[in-house]
């Protein structure tokens, strides 16, 4: 009997592996996933935030106004444009803007050097999980950069010279 219990404990060490195993790929395959989804936004930051405003009208005015890009609100198409969160008097929420084309998107996240100086900013927008994985990395992207290095980040990945950063924690 306890020859046959071990058997069985072996087996459902053997299934709990895998069931881990196929948990962790599951959550890769849902944050690639988010990340697809978020591909065509952008987030702007710090844009004063009024009662009953149009967002997309407003980021429109801005990329004109602060991005120096001509005529956007005739040219760029955005499908939809909101603030993030819940509404806090204490902060402002940055708007979340859904590009119709990538390549109007990447002419706005290109253009955003001109809020160099600025409170503005820019950024593209990934979930959670990519967020705080480029939270880690920004540090020994940036040490790196110090030691003048090439480093870039590129969704969750960290590339020094080329070559993919591996931690080894």
Do not use: W
Request: glycine residues 2%; contains cysteine.
């Amino acid at each position: 009997m306890l020859e046959n219990l071990n058997k069985k404990q072996k087996e459902i060490e053997l299934l709990t592996g895998r069931l881990k195993d196929h948990e962790h790929l599951m959550q890769h395959e849902v944050t690639d996933l988010k990340c697809r989804s978020m591909r065509d936004n952008l987030l702007f930051f710090k844009i004063p935030e009024e009662k009953d405003e149009q967002c997309e009208k407003k980021i429109l005015i801005f990329m004109e106004s602060k991005l120096r890009i001509e005529n956007a609100s005739r040219d760029i198409k955005l499908h939809r444009v909101h603030r993030k969160g819940r509404y806090n008097s204490a902060k402002i929420r940055p708007i979340v803007a859904k590009f119709a084309y990538y390549p109007d998107r990447e002419q706005v996240r290109k253009a955003s050097k001109e809020l160099k100086g600025t409170p503005y900013g820019i950024s593209e927008q990934y979930p959670r999980e990519v967020m705080e994985t480029r939270q880690k990395l920004i540090p020994i992207m940036k040490k790196a950069r110090e030691e003048n290095k090439e480093a870039y980040l590129r969704v969750d990945k960290l590339f020094i010279d080329g070559r993919e950063y591996k931690s080894n924690a």
